[in-house]
């Protein structure tokens, strides 16, 4: 079984900072992975925001500038940090992964991938 662990969220102020960790463990194999962030906040469907994948990193146009991802290929971990956060930047964050070089990968899609973790709550709030 193939574990995905988010860590890190927290409630902070507008313009603060917040490092968001994810762990993908258990019975990897012989798999690297692609790990990949997505937000959510209520009512609306789940919104991609970085992507790590091999050595490929992909974040999405709007938050640009602002968000970073990193990792560790060889642990199969991710980092997202996130510097001047807005209240709109208010979410669920998930962390996703799937083998890398999956058929029909499309690191946009949530279908992509086949494991999830279970969210971490960001909240931007003076």
């Known amino acids: 079984q193939v574990q995905v662990v988010e860590s890190g969220g927290a409630s902070v102020q507008p313009g603060g900072s917040l490092r968001l960790s994810c762990e993908v463990s258990?019975?990897?194999?012989?798999?690297?992975?692609?790990v990949a962030w997505f937000r959510q906040t209520p009512g609306k469907e789940r919104e991609f925001v970085a992507v790590?994948?091999?050595?490929?990193?992909y974040l999405s146009d709007s938050l640009k500038g602002r968000f970073t991802i990193s990792g560790d290929n060889a642990k199969n971990t991710a980092y997202l940090q996130m510097n001047n956060l807005k209240p709109e930047d208010t979410a669920v964050y998930y962390c996703?992964?799937?083998?890398?070089?999956?058929?029909?990968?499309?690191?946009?899609?949530?279908?992509?991938?086949?494991?999830w973790g279970q969210g971490t709550q960001v909240t931007v709030t003076s």
């Open positions: 258990g019975r990897t194999g012989a798999y690297y992975y692609a």
């Open positions: 996703a992964a799937t083998p890398l070089f999956s058929p029909g990968y499309d690191y946009l899609r949530t279908t992509s991938y086949a494991f």
């Open positions: 790590l994948n091999w050595n490929d990193r």
